[in-house]
């Protein structure tokens, strides 16, 4: 697949802040944060529960949950606009695989695993070529270390770890320039995670692909050696490399998760 766009910055935000309207008044779920990610990049961001990481990784991948609302500062994944997409708003979804939190047990109940990972290619291209796309399912089936037969099950007929694994496939179908996941190795065993660790480290070395990993997984951010983004109440309170974190001013109070 052709890269036409190749942004300086995979992602790019600046000072943002996202607001969660549920029911009541609206929650501060980020609050002032700034980070950029670089094309073949990785960045983990870790936290507390409530300190903000899934609101962070659904606005930054177009999700169109009414709940989330970006409400100041800015932010740009490949190239496009979060805040105000617009037309764009398609080339973000394309641009973007994004595993959201539960993925695995989420998947549309009604869809055989064939059409769950070819929908995103479905709902791009109005012509496919059948059997191009039946090879790239099986490929990405077997990258993920599923076996072929499992094209034609239905999501309820697999594990939680097996259905966990179509939702990567499916976010990896059209070849991102960003890979947005919350939680990738849930409900994965361990044998399993160095699939999903290689997948990743692939994409980013052969295809530039960037990725932006929520995960509080000390073993896994270590393995992947990857610069860390420490939220807690919205903000940023420490970034850096393995145990190198810098916590930023005033966050030390603040920096026992
Ligand atoms: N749908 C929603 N409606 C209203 N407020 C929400 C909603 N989802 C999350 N929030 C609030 O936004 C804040 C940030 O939540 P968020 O889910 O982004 O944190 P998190 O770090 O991902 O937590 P966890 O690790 O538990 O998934 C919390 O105060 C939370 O209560």
Redesign the pocket.
């Known amino acids: 697949m052709s890269r036409r766009h190749d942004p300086t910055h995979a992602i790019d935000c600046s000072d943002l802040v996202i607001d969660?309207?549920?029911h009541g008044s609206p929650?501060r779920?980020v609050d002032g944060v700034t980070f950029s990610l670089s094309p073949g990049g990785l960045i983990c961001v870790a936290?507390?529960?409530?300190?903000?990481?899934?609101?962070?990784v659904l606005a930054l991948a177009g999700s169109t949950d009414p709940?989330v609302r970006i409400v100041g500062g800015s932010a740009h994944v490949c190239g496009v606009n979060v805040r105000r997409p617009g037309r764009k708003h398609r080339v973000l979804t394309y641009r973007t695989g994004f595993v959201p939190?539960g993925a695995g047990a989420d998947l549309p109940p009604r869809l055989t695993v064939q059409e769950v990972i070819a929908e995103p290619i479905l709902a791009r291209e109005r012509r496919v070529n059948t059997k191009a796309l039946s090879i790239r399912v099986a490929t990405l089936l077997d990258e993920m270390h599923l076996p072929l037969g499992t094209a034609a099950k239905f999501p309820y007929e697999l594990s939680a770890g097996m259905r966990q694994r179509v939702a990567i496939a499916r976010s990896f179908v059209l070849e991102p320039m960003v890979l947005i996941a919350d939680e990738i190795l849930a409900n994965l065993d361990l044998e399993v995670r160095p699939v999903v660790f290689d997948a990743i480290t692939r994409r980013r070395k052969e295809q530039g692909m960037g990725a932006l990993l929520?995960t509080n997984d000390a073993d896994f951010i270590r393995e992947l050696n990857a610069e860390t983004l420490m939220?807690k109440g919205?903000h940023v309170v420490a970034r850096g490399v393995g145990k190198d974190l810098l916590w930023a001013p005033n966050a030390e109070a603040d920096s026992q998760p």
């Open positions: 969660r309207a549920g929650t779920a936290g507390p529960t409530g300190s903000g990481k899934s609101s962070l709940s939190q929520v939220l919205g």
